[in-house]
Nanobody
Framework: QVQLVESGGGLAQAGGSLKLSCAASGRTFSTYAMGWFRQAPGKEREFVVAISSSGDATYYADSVRGRFTISRDNAKNTVYLQMNSLKPEDTAVYYC?????????????????WGKGTLVTVSS
């Protein structure tokens, strides 16, 4: 069982930055692929980015590539999402997710665990 707790959401201005964190419980964190999804009001949840269990491979959605950066610290059981050049359309609840598959594509196609989400609001 893996429990995920997101933090770092809040209000930012367009062009600004925020850094999200996702703390995971359990001793198997380093074997899981991790990632972020988001859900804007009235829209379906969408994939944002994923990182492999070792941290050496990533996969980004086109909408955030070049602006967002995912990283992980397996010693701290934490994954991060650095969000730069924020746009109003980035406003959403951001969810952390985990997949035992270990690869970014494994997480893209299936997730075993979800956090409860953290709200990011970007004002224009």
């Amino acid at each position: 069982q893996v429990q995920l707790v997101e933090s770092g959401g809040g209000l930012a201005q367009a062009g600004g930055s925020l850094k999200l964190s996702c703390a995971a419980s359990g001793r198997t964190f380093s074997t899981y692929a991790m990632g972020w999804f988001r859900q804007a009001p009235g829209k379906e949840r969408e994939f944002v980015v994923a990182i492999s269990s070792s941290g050496d491979a990533t996969y980004y959605a086109d909408s955030v590539r070049g602006r967002f950066t995912i990283s992980r610290d397996n010693a701290k059981n934490t994954v991060y999402l650095q969000m730069n050049s924020l746009k109003p359309e980035d406003t959403a609840v951001y969810y952390c997710a985990a997949s035992p598959g270990g690869t970014p594509m494994a997480l893209y196609y299936g997730r075993d665990y979800w956090g409860k989400g953290t709200l990011v609001t970007v004002s224009s």
